[in-house]
């Protein structure tokens, strides 16, 4: 186990329902990036965010989808309304810092969201 | 933008087979490579990197990883495949310092036949 931690590991959700995914990084890791990986895709960044603070949301879609870090507790990644489209396997990964020179991403289990 | 290409999407082999898992990434400046292997239900875990130096990089599991700047490529290769070697990499670049997100290729399923 890589020591992040995702819950719920499987979500089902109805179509128009609300989906909350939970990540808590690794102890030390102030930093958390979210990616989502589609059915024979690659994963795909969302989001990156640092406590209390949203740093690079390019990959986040408009609308419905939205994310937070607060000052305590998980990471939350949250879709709203959702639909079939959402199907997916969520990833969370976190890193102490961005220095790039020698701290790569440590990744969790993933959530895998299934919409009926 | 950074891109990452994966162009071998399923490789079967037998055991003791060699192997070679092609990655091109597309970005002209200073890049952070990576190679992470997912086994069925897991996470991704990290086999190899490279920041710079040696470009000739060793990870865990017995793999190592060539970087190739002239040719924008960072291969992947074991010299003697195990079953337990079953499972799908992904090949990933970072180009954005100070922002550690990772561009993935769509990954290479490798499966071996014991």
């Known amino acids: 186990n890589a020591g992040v931690m995702q819950n719920p590991r499987h979500l089902v959700r109805r179509r128009g329902q609300e989906a909350r995914l939970r990540c808590s990084p690794m102890k030390g890791h102030s930093h958390v990036y979210w990616y989502r990986q589609l059915p024979e895709e690659g994963l795909k960044f969302m989001v990156y965010l640092q406590k209390e603070n949203i740093i690079d949301e390019s990959g986040m879609p408009k609308e419905r989808f939205s994310a937070e870090f607060p000052k305590e507790g998980p990471s939350i990644l949250r879709i709203q309304q959702v639909v079939r489209g959402d199907s997916a396997a969520y990833f969370c990964a976190s890193s102490p810092s961005p220095d790039y020179s020698n701290q790569p991403q440590h990744f969790g289990d993933g959530t895998r969201l299934s919409i009926l | ?114």
């Not at chain 2, 990655?23 to 990290?46: A, E, I, K, R």
């Not at chain 2, 954005?96 to 490798?110: A, I, P």
């Open chain 2, 1 to 114: 933008a950074q891109s990452v290409s994966q162009h071998n999407h399923h490789v079967i082999l037998s055991e003791a087979a060699s192997l070679e898992l092609g990655c091109n990434y597309s970005y002209g400046g200073t890049v952070n490579l990576f190679w992470y292997v997912q086994y069925p239900g897991q996470h991704l875990q990290l086999l190899l990197k490279y920041f710079s130096g040696d470009p000739l990089v060793k990870g865990i599991k017995g793999f190592e990883a060539e970087f190739i700047k002239s040719k924008f490529s960072f291969n992947l290769r074991k010299p003697s495949v195990q079953w337990s070697d079953t499972a799908e990499y992904f090949c990933a670049v970072n180009a954005d310092f100070g922002n550690e997100k990772l561009t993935f290729g769509t990954g290479t399923r490798l499966t071996i036949i014991p």
